[in-house]
């Protein structure tokens, strides 16, 4: 499975991005991989943001984004999607997808999932 990540950029504080990710590949049963975001600001540890399951029935936010970012997808186009809100600066980071094949429910350690994109950058100004 390869993940191919986008929608990230520069953005002032209170803007909104919406970031993409779309799987390719091993893609047959897209659904019965669980999908979800992790994020890496400079000089800090990958963090897990958020988690959807296969069939997009359960989903998991960070408790500290929750109000503001929203993960969905859409298993027709093969693409996860996460909607983030209110940006601040504090949310400056790589974002990265990452699937699981069979897991229906997060896991904050990265090693829990299977495949990674390449990462989207997401910048915000404040």
């Known amino acids: 499975v390869q993940l191919q990540a986008s929608g990230g950029g520069l953005v002032q504080a209170g803007g909104s991005l919406r970031l993409s990710c779309t799987a390719s590949?091993?893609?047959?049963?897209?659904?019965?991989?669980?999908m979800g975001w992790f994020r890496q600001a400079p000089g800090k540890e990958r963090e897990f943001v958020s988690f959807?399951?296969?069939?997009?029935?359960?989903?998991y936010t960070l408790p500290s984004v929750k109000a503001r970012f929203t993960i969905s997808r859409d298993n027709a186009k093969n693409t996860v999607y996460l909607q983030m809100n209110s940006l601040k600066s504090e949310d400056t980071a790589v974002y990265y997808c990452?699937?699981?094949?069979?897991?229906?429910?997060?896991?904050?350690?990265?090693?829990?999932?299977?495949?990674w994109g390449q990462g989207t950058q997401v910048t915000v100004s404040s």
């Open positions: 990452v699937a699981a094949p069979g897991r229906e429910f997060p896991d904050y350690a990265p090693g829990a999932y299977d495949y």
């Open positions: 590949g091993r893609t047959f049963s897209i659904s019965s991989y669980a």
């Open positions: 959807i399951n296969g069939g997009g029935e359960y989903t």
